[in-house]
């Protein structure tokens, strides 16, 4: 079982940061593939970002790849998404992710309850 909690959301000028934290239970934590999607209003979910359980190998949407950076430290059960450079199309609930293995990597097991961003322009 795994219990994540997303903070860090908030308002930012366009061109800014923001990071955002996921904590999490579970004393498996370190063997998840952890992923951050996002949500806009009246758009459908999508995935922003997936790494690793060891933290090597890491994935990206096109649309945020070189803005955005996800490591996780596992010794504290957290996962982050570093967002620089934001744009106001990155306005939405971002929402952190667990899955038991990279087959479910687009069907998680654990959804965090969502922080949102907001960019403006």
């Known amino acids: 079982q795994v219990q994540l909690v997303e903070s860090g959301g908030g308002l930012v000028q366009a061109g800014g940061s923001l990071r955002l934290s996921c904590a999490a239970s579970?004393?498996?934590?370190?063997?998840?593939?952890m992923s951050w999607f996002r949500q806009a209003p009246g758009k459908e979910r999508e995935f922003v970002a997936h790494?690793?359980?060891?933290?090597?190998?890491?994935s990206y949407a096109a649309s945020v790849k070189g803005r955005f950076t996800i490591s996780r430290d596992n010794g504290k059960n957290t996962v982050y998404l570093q967002m620089n450079s934001l744009k106001a199309e990155d306005t939405a609930v971002y929402y952190c992710?667990?899955?038991?293995?990279?087959?479910?990597?687009?069907?998680?097991?654990?959804w965090g309850q969502g922080t949102q961003v907001t960019v403006s322009s």
């Open positions: 790494i690793s359980g060891s933290g090597f190998t890491t």
């Open positions: 579970g004393r498996t934590f370190s063997r998840t593939v």
């Open positions: 992710a667990a899955a038991s293995s990279w087959a479910r990597i687009n069907e998680p097991d654990y």
